[in-house]
């Protein structure tokens, strides 16, 4: 009895705290740590989504191609006949130059207006192009007095409505031509055919 109540005596006498110091604790995570997780999450989603609309802009960068029309005059400085940028063609100014004797049509205003005219047909013809295609158009003009006649025979070439257009007087044109005319064009295929189309 007494080794039994010296033990019991022992064990009343030892410290709280020593006696809870020998029982496992479970491992506890702290609130700052994880309020700090809870804080980076939308920082590490936001960081994805970013990137992956950076790829999507990359994928639909749409390409630029030069072109021009076989056995058109060259041109007279640093520049492209036309320019394709995804669905937009983009056409250089164009002069009254016959492509046969490399020289302005002669016949004052009314030829030149309709050689000009020709050559900006054959180059939408190169992109797979009408006139009825041509949403912008620039005409400069070396005189205005001039302005009904290339009215006339610029009205005749669209079948639908006629694009926007300015037309401005300027003090010289190339080679000292008459007229010179810019168009911007739509291709409404978006770059694919189908049998509608190959029926224009």
Do not use: W
Request: charged share 25%; net charge positive.
């Amino acid at each position: 009895m007494r080794s039994i109540n010296a033990a019991s005596t022992a064990a009343s006498r030892t410290p709280l705290a020593h006696r809870r110091s020998r029982r496992r604790r479970p491992r506890r995570t702290s609130a700052a740590t994880l309020l700090a997780t809870l804080l980076m999450l939308p920082l590490l989603s936001g960081c994805l989504s970013v990137r992956a609309k950076t790829v999507e802009v990359r994928e639909a960068k749409p390409t630029r191609t030069a072109f021009t029309v076989d056995g058109a005059a060259a041109p007279i400085a640093p520049y492209s006949p036309g320019i394709r940028a995804g669905q937009l063609v983009f056409l250089s100014g164009q002069i009254g130059i016959d492509p046969a004797t490399r020289r302005l049509a002669e016949g004052g205003i009314e030829a030149e207006t309709r050689q000009t005219l020709a050559n900006i047909k054959a180059l939408l013809e190169a992109a797979g192009l009408t006139f009825d295609d041509v949403v912008q158009a620039q005409v400069f003009l070396a005189d205005l007095e001039d302005y009904a006649v290339v009215n006339r025979i610029y009205g005749a070439v669209f079948s639908g409505p006629p694009p926007a257009r300015a037309a401005v007087q300027v003090a010289r044109l190339p080679l000292d031509a008459r007229i010179e005319i810019m168009v911007t064009a739509l291709d409404r295929r978006g770059g694919e055919y189908d049998d509608e189309d190959d029926d224009r």
